[in-house]
């Protein structure tokens, strides 16, 4: 079986991820696509409140398991929009662990701070500064196959940008170089164990 194609994008909360994800999925016509965004898998979660480290320890498996989850429905030869928030440093790490780098398009989704933080306000879903704190923490490995900025075209004009990029992915990936800087250095890749202690980027 062939394994699927991932899409994954990567920016800041209120970035236009979800957006450019929902685009994509209704303009792209070579297969089948299912939008997988991590704020869909933390809503999955019971609504028990839970102390600060139950919290984190809950938060890290859930993504650990999205992350799996991913890698499992590309492996079953499905298309994947991925809609993610790698602000720490063990998530990129576990994503070149478990999914295959030579399927992913990595796309990193940009706008600028003083926008970000005009639609934080108006969306009133977030908490205030979230998209700030994130902001120097999500794009620091510096390396994407194609970057968008929502501040200057639309997520319809985005999610066209990466549909025509797609047939022409570059080899080596960016996953697959990001891979080689920090997985094969003659190390083992990281345990799950190594990975809940790995702190911020």
């Not at 019971?46 to 992350?67: C, P, Y």
């Not at 205030?128 to 639309?154: K, P």
């Not at 549909?163 to 920090?182: D, G």
């Amino acid at each position: 079986m062939t394994p699927g194609r991932i899409i994954f994008l990567n920016g800041t909360s209120s970035s236009g991820k979800s957006s450019v994800a929902r685009e994509l999925l209704d303009i792209l016509d070579d297969g089948v696509f299912f939008h997988l965004a991590v704020d869909a898998f933390n809503a999955m979660r019971s609504k028990r409140e839970l102390g600060a480290e139950e919290l984190d320890a809950a938060l890290r498996r859930t993504r650990m398991g999205f992350h799996r989850s991913i890698a499992a429905m590309a492996e079953a030869g499905n298309d994947i929009v991925v809609d993610h928030v790698l602000s720490e440093q063990w998530r990129l790490l576990d994503c070149l662990t478990v999914l295959r780098p030579e399927d992913v398009l990595f796309i990193g989704i940009r706008c600028p701070l003083d926008e970000l933080t005009r639609r934080e306000q108006v969306r009133g879903d977030r908490p205030s500064g979230l998209a700030a704190h994130q902001y120097d923490l999500v794009h620091r490995h510096g390396d994407y196959d194609l970057e968008c900025d929502t501040s200057t075209a639309s997520p319809h004009e985005c999610a066209q940008r990466i549909k025509e990029f797609l047939p022409h992915r570059p080899s080596p990936t960016a996953f697959t170089r990001l891979r080689r800087r920090y997985l094969t250095d003659g190390k083992q890749p990281p345990t799950a164990t190594q990975l809940h202690s790995m702190s911020e980027l």
